[in-house]
């Protein structure tokens, strides 16, 4: 594991228990905006039956009769707590999820249990498949032949994110979706800080955001630059990353409105996000 994983695996394992607390709005604004999009998306979905009861969101425990039979099998890769496959599940058959985390991927399976979903139904692992050699919890059948593969809001903690894009291309069955959400380029701000500073010049990042005092926004700042990567992915980046790894079939990116609120610090950041997909050719 390299030093960077080492530290978004610690920096996470630290923030699990807390996470569906802290972004609680934010995580059902997004689950809404996915949903909505279902069919841009794209996949053969399992026709939700859940509008009929009020108890379940899990299409297989409330099968309808016209998904006798079917299968759609999603990996919810940098899993977290499971907003994406809180997001899918009345449409799919299966959840696995996936993360470097063991405290998120707890907190994955206890809100699993908590909903009375069956294990074979929606359950995560600890693993990482961005490593130089994939982890061996990754392997056989049940990892493989994926409908849908989807990362959210995991893309810019990725060291390389490229490979990413090939290593989640090969889980997925010809046909099968690569699904995106994740950050608009937005400034660096380290670097935005810095150069103020440098330049004596106003805060311009500061000041955009906003909100509360400068310290606190420096705080924010660095805590937020922490342990990711990349500041955000144009159309142009991720449609390159999606042909490279033979997932451009289809390709489609997507803007959603007028952006989302983040909390960094008990500070809103408002963050544009964008959703891209592709399929496996
Ligand atoms: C911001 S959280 C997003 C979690 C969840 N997908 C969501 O949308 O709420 C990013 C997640 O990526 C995971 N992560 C970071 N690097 C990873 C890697 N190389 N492989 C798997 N998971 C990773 C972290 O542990 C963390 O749970």
């Not at 297989?60 to 006798?68: H, I, K, L």
């Not at 989807?150 to 894009?165: I, R």
């Not at 699904?179 to 000041?207: N, W, Y």
Request: aromatic share 8%; hydrophobic share 40%; charged share 20%.
């Amino acid at each position: 594991m390299t030093e960077w994983v080492e530290k978004n695996k610690a920096h996470f394992n630290e923030a699990a228990s807390t996470y569906n607390a802290k972004f609680s709005k934010t995580i059902l604004q997004i689950i809404d905006k996915i949903q909505a999009r279902r069919d841009w998306i794209g996949v053969d979905w399992i026709e939700d039956s859940s509008e009929d009861s009020e108890n379940s969101n899990s299409s297989a425990a409330n099968p309808s009769a016209g998904n006798e039979g079917k299968t759609v099998k999603l990996l919810d890769y940098a899993c977290g707590t499971g907003l994406i496959s809180r997001a899918f599940a009345p449409y799919v058959s299966q959840c696995i999820g996936v993360d470097i985390s063991e405290s998120m991927v707890n907190e994955y399976n206890a809100g699993a249990t908590n909903q009375g979903i069956a294990e074979d139904e929606m359950h995560a692992v600890v693993g990482d498949l961005i490593a130089p050699t994939p982890s061996a919890t990754l392997s056989g059948a049940k990892f493989e032949g994926f409908d849908i593969a989807a990362v959210g809001m995991g893309w810019h903690h990725f060291e390389n994110p490229l490979l990413a894009a090939h290593r989640l291309a090969d889980r997925l069955k010809v046909g099968g979706v690569l699904f995106i959400i994740d950050f608009l380029p937005f400034d660096d701000p380290k670097s935005a800080q810095a150069q103020a500073h440098s330049h004596g010049a106003s805060h311009h990042h500061a000041h955009e955001e906003g909100k509360g005092k400068h310290s606190e926004n420096e705080e924010i700042s660095h805590q937020a630059v922490r342990f990711i990567t990349h500041f955000g992915f144009s159309e142009d980046e991720m449609m390159k990353v999606f042909e490279s790894a033979g997932v451009g079939g289809g390709f489609e990116y997507m803007t959603l409105g007028e952006g989302t609120v983040f909390k960094h610090s008990g500070q809103d950041m408002k963050r544009s996000v964008f959703m891209a997909r592709g399929t496996k050719l």
